[in-house]
């Protein structure tokens, strides 16, 4: 017998431990190389382990939910055992294939549909958290589905389909009237660095609004051949990413932070961009925004956005950064003070676009696509003068954009 160890691998820097979220073979299972055998949860990603060869996993070492760390043995892979697996995996297909062709005609097939989600296939695809309070809740996830991305059933669903009010339905009057669920490690670690941010930094907000009109009117003339030429929209995010760059260099305080009794005052411009998952908020970090074009700023933003989404983000994507953006607005936030993400001394938050009535210089007044802006501060590095001439800054090359592009 061949015995390939199935180890916990590096979990980046200042990670020591994970968690044990799903595993995706059982003990018997044939195994291919490469194959994903259990998912891991750290406090900031999610971490997939795949088998290093061909096998039959022999045996698992550790059981969900529990902590593991780095260099654990997680199970074993059987090596000798892969001749021995397959005839049980091809004796399934015969009785499987029979299925398709005992349906009378293809006006039955959509009927089948629910049939992939009894596999499972759902919810494997869905976070960590949906498929673990799915199986503490003994649920059978086969006729759910989910709100999510392309299908995907989230912990709300599982939630609703629990209580009754899957998918809308009327509320039947089932099941507890709270739940209790552990909370993950990533969630454990947002409240203590949202804490920690509180606790340690002199945090104060200064608001302003922003004209949207010459942005949108710009984004419109141009967003065909935008598109055309770069394969991806131009969005406003690449327009506030450049105008807080432009606002940062002129007031570098913004963009420092405080070790001990130090200032660090960073030459580099790496923007943080706020992103809601499943999981819990993530800060993927956009490296040298002062260098991308616009058109490099949005695949870019486009790219981290997918990763986080899809749990692929790794360390390198999430540290590092100087200085942070979140977009409330998305989700129609009107206005909000965000806090900061340490050690970072500066954050920018954008809310949602509404057509307000507007005093214009000659006295008329016009209704204009108004947006209000927060920038969240530490008062310990930013003096309140710093902040306001940031944030004017912003104001400034958003309702002017042509200055972005002429860099004044």
Do not use: C
Not at 79 to 96: F, L, Q, R
Not at 253 to 264: F, H, K, M, Y
Not at 265 to 276: S, T
Not at 371 to 390: C, N, P, Q
Request: hydrophobic share 40%.
């Amino acid at each position: 017998m061949s015995l390939s160890k199935i180890e916990v691998p590096s979990l980046g820097e200042s990670v020591s431990e994970a968690t044990v979220a799903k595993w995706f073979k059982k003990p018997g299972e044939a195994v291919a190389k490469d194959d994903l055998l259990v998912e891991l949860e750290t406090d900031k990603v999610t971490l997939e382990v795949n088998a290093l060869a061909n096998g039959v996993l022999k045996e698992i070492k550790v059981q969900e939910g529990d902590t593991v760390e780095v260099g654990a043995l997680l199970g074993y892979i059987d090596e000798s055992g892969k001749a021995a697996a397959k005839p049980a995996a091809n004796d399934t297909k015969p009785e499987a294939a029979p299925q398709p062709k005992a349906a009378p005609a293809p006006a039955q097939k959509p009927a089948a549909q629910p049939a992939p989600a009894a596999s499972g296939s759902a919810i494997d695809r869905s976070g960590p958290a949906a498929r673990k309070l799915a199986e503490e809740k003994g649920m059978d996830t086969s006729g759910m589905q989910g709100s999510g991305k392309d299908g995907r059933i989230t912990k709300g669903d599982v939630l609703a389909a629990g209580s009754g009010q899957q998918a809308g339905a009327a509320q039947v009057d089932s099941g507890p009237r709270e739940e209790r669920v552990k909370m993950t490690k990533l969630r454990q670690t947002i409240a203590r660095r949202l804490k920690e941010s509180q606790n340690t930094a002199a945090i104060l907000t200064t608001f302003n609004e922003v004209d949207m009109t010459g942005v949108m009117e710009l984004r419109k003339k141009i967003q065909d051949d935008f598109v055309k030429k770069h394969g991806i929209k131009i969005g406003f995010m690449s327009f506030f990413t450049k105008a807080a760059v432009a606002a940062l260099k002129e007031i570098p305080a913004v963009n420092a932070e405080i070790d001990g009794d130090t200032l660090i005052y960073k030459n580099h411009y790496d923007i943080g961009m706020a992103v809601g998952t499943e999981q819990g908020l993530v800060v993927p970090v956009v490296r040298d925004a002062d260098r991308l074009s616009f058109a490099g700023i949005e695949k870019e933003i486009a790219s981290l956005a997918k990763k986080a989404r899809d749990g692929k983000l790794t360390m390198k994507d999430l540290t590092g950064g100087t200085f942070s953006i979140t977009n409330g607005g998305i989700y129609g936030s009107m206005l909000s003070t965000p806090i900061i993400n340490p050690p970072q001394s500066g954050i920018l938050g954008l809310h949602n676009i509404v057509q307000r009535a507007v005093v214009m210089p000659d006295g008329s007044i016009q209704a204009r696509p108004m947006m209000y802006v927060a920038l969240s501060y530490d008062h310990r590095i930013i003096d309140g003068k710093e902040a306001v001439t940031f944030l004017v800054r912003v104001k400034q090359y958003m309702e002017d954009p042509q200055r972005l592009l002429l860099e004044v």
